[in-house]
């Protein structure tokens, strides 16, 4: 069973402290480590207990996956109230077809009716809302 072993510097790097600071604890008595030599060396479970988190804290963590977002407004001009209801039917529908996984998308529809202007704002992730995106030119194209 191997154990995974710290240095004085990749503590005090953990932690945030100066180097003579862990040396100081270690000395103390406040920090469990073993001499090797001329170096000290603390286990990642004396490491824990001193921290008072858990083993795996004090090790590396696989990176986070990165969380990306695009946010959109579409705005349409001249629109009948008629063609605007089609427009966000249309548009929900094909924002629901595209739900599922861990893709989230969030679509909402508003209409001016004195400006005959419609919005839409999408927010979702790039591959997602350029989908949308598209169907939205695709339905604003074929309105007069």
Do not use: C, W
């Not at 804290?57 to 009948?80: C, F, N, T, W």
């Not at 909402?108 to 009716?113: L, M, N, P, R, V």
């Amino acid at each position: 069973m191997t154990q995974e072993l710290f240095s004085v510097e990749q503590v005090a790097a953990r932690l945030g402290l100066h180097v003579r600071t862990v040396r100081n604890y270690v000395r103390d008595g406040r920090l469990k480590a073993v001499r090797i030599g001329k170096q000290y060396r603390v286990a990642a479970a004396d490491l824990a207990a001193f921290t008072g988190l858990p083993e795996e804290a004090g090790k590396r963590e696989e990176p986070a996956r990165r969380h990306v977002e695009v946010s959109s407004i579409v705005q349409i001009e001249g629109l009948g109230e008629d063609e605007a209801s089609r427009v966000a039917t249309h548009v929900v529908g094909s924002a629901q077809g595209h739900r599922g996984g861990d893709r989230s998308l969030r679509v909402e529809t508003s209409y001016d009716k004195e400006r005959a202007r419609m919005k839409i704002i999408v927010l979702g992730d790039p591959a997602t809302t350029a989908d949308v995106l598209s169907v939205i030119a695709m339905l604003a194209e074929g309105t007069p």
